[in-house]
């Protein structure tokens, strides 16, 4: 089973965050062989740290719930928050996969955020600056609550166009960039 999880940064947290950066990449190498996507995201400033994406397929929600909540920068108070969701990868491959390779910029998080009937169900046709791209579901997989998308686009506003703006209640763009320790 594949799970979106996004770890949002607390305000003032970068300090703590990087005091801990080597318990993170430890925790986070214990799950090495299960990733799909990782990395963070900043701030518009594109320095600044706002969070922390992990796609990574784990049994069950139990498992997932235990891999977002031990993490250390929650545990330790990095975090304010955590989204966990069901996710489904509908491009078939890690983001180590991507054509475009691991470095590069203008990267970006696209959140679409709803409920009731799915919304952009389809894969676009034009893949070649999709990372990562499904829906995001209820633990049981039965109700759409949204869409996780890791997107190479010229800025924000051309990668919020990866979803169709009038079929979620809410579109989130984030910064974002692979993540990982250093090769």
Known sequence: ?????????????LALREELLEEHWSYMDRYATRMIARGPTFASDGETPTGSVHI?????????????FDEPNYQEGVYRDVM?????????????????GRTGDNRYLVLGLGTGRAADIDVPSDQD??????????DDS???????VLVQAADPEAARTVLIPD??????VHEWRFGGRPS
Request: with cysteine; net charge neutral; proline share 8%.
């Open 84 to 100: 966990l969701r069901r996710w489904g990868n509908m491009l078939g491959r890690t983001m180590w996969d991507f054509p475009g």
């Open 142 to 148: 039965t109700s759409w609550l949204g869409k996780a």
């Open 1 to 13: 089973m594949e799970f979106f999880c996004y770890h949002r940064d607390r305000p003032d947290s």
């Open 56 to 68: 990574v397929d784990l049994p069950d929600p139990a498992a997932a719930r235990a891999f977002a």
């Open 167 to 172: 079929r979620f209640a809410h579109i989130e």
């Open 129 to 138: 600056d999709l990372i990562a791209y499904g829906p995001l579901l209820s």
